[in-house]
Every structure is written in C-alpha cells, then in structure tokens.
C-alpha cells in the first residue's frame, strides 16, 4: 500500500535466466538517476521512507538485492560483496540505467557493494554515498563484533545476532540496530520472526560469505580506486558496524563528503529518513552547482 502511494512501481529484468525485481518512480532526466542498494536480509521497500522525502521528478530505482525478496536465489550463485557487484552491474546493463551516469546509494551490506561497484565500474556512476557501509576494518569493535566473537570462541556460530528466530531474538536484533528505543508487541515481534524465518538459512548462508576472508573487507581493499565524489552518512551510535569507519573512507577518498548523525544507530534509513534524504539532495545539488562553475568557466 505504502508503495503504491508513493508512486513506485514494481518491475522485473532478466538476465539470461536470472530475474531482478525493482521498484521505481520518475524517469531519467537531466538530474541524475538514484539507484539505491539495501542492507543484509532487508528489500526494496526498505528505502519507502528516504522516497517519500524525495522529490517525485527524481527517478529512482530500488533494487532486490540478490537472493533476496523477488530478485533470483540460487545455491550456485556468487554471493560474495565482488559476485554481488557483478550481479548489480548486470542488472545497471539490463534497465540500461548506466547510458547516463547515475547516483549509487548503498546501506550497510548494500554500502559495501555500492563502494565495491563504484571502484570496479567507475564509468558507470557519477557520485555516490555509502550509509554505514559494511566492507572496513574498523578501530574500535562495535557491540556486535564482540558479540560474534563471543559467539565464535562458544563455538554458537549459528546463532548471528542478526538472523533472529525467535521473538526475543527479534527483540534484541532491533535494540542493536537502532538507537531510538521503542516499545514492540510481542505479537508483532512474532509476526517479524515467522516472515522471516522461512529465508533464515539462506540468511546464514549469506552471512558467511559476507563475513569470509574474501569479502570482509572487500570496500577497504577496494575504496583507493573510488573517484566518484562521495559522501558518507553514519549514525553516531551504530553498534553494528562502528562509526570509526567513517574516518577510515575520510582517509581514502579524495574530498569525501562525511556526516555523522548524533543520537542515531546503525538503522540510518528508518531512524532518519527525512535527514538522509536531505542529506542525499544537498550533497546532489551541491554536485550540480560544481559542475555548472567548471562549465562557465
């Protein structure tokens, strides 16, 4: 319902045998393109509360991560953060989105395929911003590395705290996400937990790709080749992932655009939409008006 009030629309784009599943509003235009790429075991809709602060003009396109919602699962797939990037660069060919370079927008797993893609297929975006973005090594450990720590040394690696089974489970994965306290029902809570418990071993299958040598650090490894103006949103308070990453990229990349959201966790997009959104057109438009003085000039 949500969706359809705000004017996305729901499509589909194969490639060869895979489908993607995307939502989308506007069309391309002088301004560029938005696509937007959601974290670890969220969807498309997950965005609806950034879009509904966007102007309606923009056009916009949320993605299915892979394996994810409408978008192809396949025990063959690559789901590593570079295999990812190949998938979400197929489907850029598929839409033909990259005949104009557009805007990249990733959170968390999603920021780390973002900053992965900026650096493999440069010609493709022309800016770009990451939201807590996984992919780094940071200086100091959030609460839930050490909880995976824990977890390892216990030898209790299939319970990840961000694969929830259980309503206290789903209880706990919310309190280290955001920041905001707010009260749930436990009905709700249970409601939460059997949506997603049918997808929690392709959950857990993916999040030992993810977590693996091969891509634990993959936008770190990958962040010197970033050329796209970029900009960095985190939240203050991430216990997921910590905001010493911000300085990490800060380092690396060439005028980086960081801001770091006070009394705000790791759950950026649904804690504070209307400034991320903001954020985002103040950053574009500050682009657009560079861009127009090297013209003049």
């Known amino acids: 319902y949500w969706r359809r009030a705000l004017g996305m629309q729901v499509r589909?784009?194969?490639y060869d045998d895979y489908q993607f599943c995307y939502s989308y509003r506007g069309r391309p235009g002088y301004r560029p393109s938005i696509l937007m790429l959601h974290g670890f075991s969220a969807h498309k809709d997950m965005w609806l509360s950034i879009v509904k602060f966007l102007p309606k003009n923009l056009h916009l396109v949320c993605v299915d991560m892979p394996g994810h919602?409408?978008?192809t699962r396949s025990d063959l797939d690559d789901y590593s953060i570079s295999g990812q990037a190949k998938r979400i660069h197929q489907f850029v060919e598929c839409i033909r989105l990259n005949r104009r370079p557009f805007h990249l927008v990733g959170t968390s797993m999603g920021g780390n395929v973002a900053g992965v893609y900026a650096a493999q297929y440069p010609e493709d975006i022309c800016s770009l911003t990451l939201i807590c973005p996984a992919g780094l090594p940071s200086t100091t450990d959030s609460k839930f590395i050490k909880q995976l720590r824990e977890l390892h040394e216990s030898k209790r690696i299939d319970r990840i705290p961000l694969i929830p089974s259980t309503p206290e489970e789903m209880a706990d994965m919310l309190k280290l996400c955001?920041?905001?306290?707010f009260k749930v029902p436990q009905q709700i809570l249970q409601g939460l937990v059997?949506?997603?418990?049918?997808?929690?071993?392709?959950?857990?299958?993916?999040?030992?790709?993810?977590?693996?040598?091969?891509?634990?650090?993959?936008?770190?490894?990958?962040?010197s080749k970033i050329k796209a103006p970029t900009q960095v949103i985190w939240g203050k308070q991430d216990q997921v992932l910590d905001v010493s990453g911000a300085s990490v990229l800060a380092s690396a990349i060439p005028d980086c655009h960081v801001y770091i959201l006070e009394n705000c966790g790791h759950s950026v997009v649904v804690e504070r939409p209307r400034k991320t959104a903001n954020l985002i057109l103040e950053f574009l438009a500050l682009l657009h008006s560079i861009d127009n003085n090297k013209k003049q000039a």
Do not use: Q, W
């Open 12 to 14: 589909y784009a194969n």
């Open 69 to 71: 919602e409408g978008t």
């Open 178 to 181: 955001s920041y905001v306290r």
């Open 194 to 223: 059997d949506v997603r418990i049918p997808h929690n071993e392709f959950y857990r299958k993916l999040f030992l790709e993810i977590a693996d040598e091969k891509s634990r650090h993959s936008l770190h490894e990958n962040m």
